[in-house]
């Protein structure tokens, strides 16, 4: 008999507890959080601050705002990888500072076993505890959030609906956004004309090969028109 997997699983280690499950307490996630085909594992930074110590204090060299304590994540990271469960994780640190987040990279986490994620505030995280960690610097896009609380969600949500058992049949991941390396083709349903506008014909023909074609045109004038560096990788896997 095969060993018994643990669910993936998720330390999130955060100083607002409060924000999660949050969003992943819904739909998808949530059914999948509820029903045991992940986990996740709250820790409140500033539990792990040693008496009247802060979590945060301010920058050696001068500069406005204050950064996280090296000392005060090394002993978060060293109490939740005592647990067998995360020892062999590896550790995410939610950065604008990190590699952007693509498709590829949620799927290359959701075939693993989870992750560790430390969210930042104020201006980040001592870098010493990145280096001694060897922390994964992911970023959710080029912009600055308060926190790194939404981004581990964004990052979250998109590795859960990729594991096994959590997407049902009737919403197919294959035809996604990027699966093909483009964009996906638009979406109608009911009504068939509204406010003067009408579905495509082609889509109500009911021939399958014309439709197909169609979609694939549709992704690849929207691909083209928005995201060029899409295009340009497509472009150069089709010969
Ligand atoms: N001083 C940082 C900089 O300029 O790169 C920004 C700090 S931001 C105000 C506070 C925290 O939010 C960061 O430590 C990080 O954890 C999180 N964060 C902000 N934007 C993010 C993004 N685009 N992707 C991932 N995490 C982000």
């Known amino acids: 008999m095969g060993r018994k997997r643990n669910p993936w699983s998720i330390g999130m280690l955060t100083l607002f507890p409060e924000m999660f499950p949050g969003p992943l307490g819904f739909s998808l996630a949530g059914r999948a959080l509820d029903e045991k085909l992940w986990d996740l594992n709250i820790y409140d930074i500033r539990r ?118 959590v997407v049902g049949k009737e919403e197919s991941l294959e035809d996604e956004s990027f699966e093909e390396g483009l964009l996906e083709y638009p979406h109608y349903t009911r009504p068939r004309i509204w406010k003067h506008r009408e579905v495509p014909e082609v889509l109500v023909s009911g021939h399958h090969k014309n439709v197909k074609s169609w979609r694939l045109a549709e992704a690849e004038r929207i691909t083209r028109a928005r995201r060029p560096d899409l295009w340009d990788i497509y472009m150069s896997k089709q010969n």
Do not use: H
Not at 71 to 98: C, E, F, K, W
Not at 99 to 127: H, M, N, W
């Open 48 to 165: 792990f601050c040693e008496k009247s110590a802060e979590v945060d204090s301010s920058p050696f060299g001068g500069g406005n705002g204050m950064v996280m304590r090296a000392d005060v994540i090394d002993r978060v990271l060293s109490t939740v990888t005592q647990d067998p469960n995360y020892a062999q994780l590896p550790v995410v640190y939610m950065t604008p500072r990190g590699t952007p987040l693509t498709q590829e990279k949620v799927k290359i986490f959701s075939q693993g076993d989870g992750a560790i994620i430390l969210c930042g505030r104020y201006e980040g995280v001592d870098e010493r505890a990145v280096a001694e960690w060897g922390m994964e610097e992911i970023s959710v896009g080029d912009y600055v959030l308060s926190g790194g609380e939404p981004a581990a969600i964004s990052f979250v949500d998109a590795c859960v609906r990729l594991l096994p058992g």
